[in-house]
């Protein structure tokens, strides 16, 4: 039995008795666990461990893979958060279910239910044997899913954090329209953080030049560099919750203004809400 939870539980905590099997692991094995308690049956073929990830399993309980959006929060990859569970299903597929209860159907309005629905394109390979969706494939969902500067927000994380290369970026955008192709002329790999590829991307539409991660002496990486003198730096809300990266802050923005710059410190609520206010002070 313990073995039958190990394989499980390297399987994201949620597997199908086809994964199971495939370790060795006979059915009867399966189903005793279950009458046991040590498995939780969650949608024909499939069983969970009780402290599976509750994505996946409402993700499997809707009748699909947990993708898009919500695959990209679980590897802490810079998205919105639309408080919605994506799920990957076949493009026809139908006896779809509520994600909390499988004799409660899915119906016309999934959002109802908290739910995002994707369903897979005919002309891409997206064959999985997990409930989950492997990062380049979510990525692929948020480009039809999401506006221009949330996808760049999403792939500049990516690719800084190592989850994905360009390589494998190029490969993506192969499968999509024109349009979504272009997006790769867009995105910037040494992006620290979401709210520096907002601002970037706000800028580059407002024709205003900068330079990302510009390194000054003593000082280390500026967010962004706009003409030779304005620094803007990104408070994400993590910093504000760790003293010594808040008295760092200060120290370098002392040091910026000795040598004649001048600082315009932003945090995640200013970027997010109160961008206008900023474009006037930028142009002025």
Known sequence: MRDLEEVVAACGGVASYDQIEAWGIARGIVLRAIRCGVLE??????????SAPIGLIQATRVGGRMSCLSVLRAHDIWCIDDHLLHVRVAKHAGHLSSPHDRSVPLGSNPKRFGVALHRSPDDVDLAAKGASDSVPVALLHVFRCQSCENVIVSLDSALYSNQITMSQLNLLVSYLPQ??????????PTAQSGLETKAR????????SYTTQY???????VDILIGERLVMELDGERWHTRGEAFEEGRRRDLILHARGYLTMRLSYFQVMNQWEQFETVIRG
């Open 215 to 221: 390194p000054i002496r003593d000082v280390g990486k």
């Open 179 to 188: 349009k979504y192709r272009d997006y790769v002329d867009l995105v910037d």
């Open 41 to 50: 049956r969650i949608r024909q073929g499939w069983v969970a461990l009780p």
């Open 201 to 208: 991307m706000r800028l580059c539409a407002l024709g205003i």
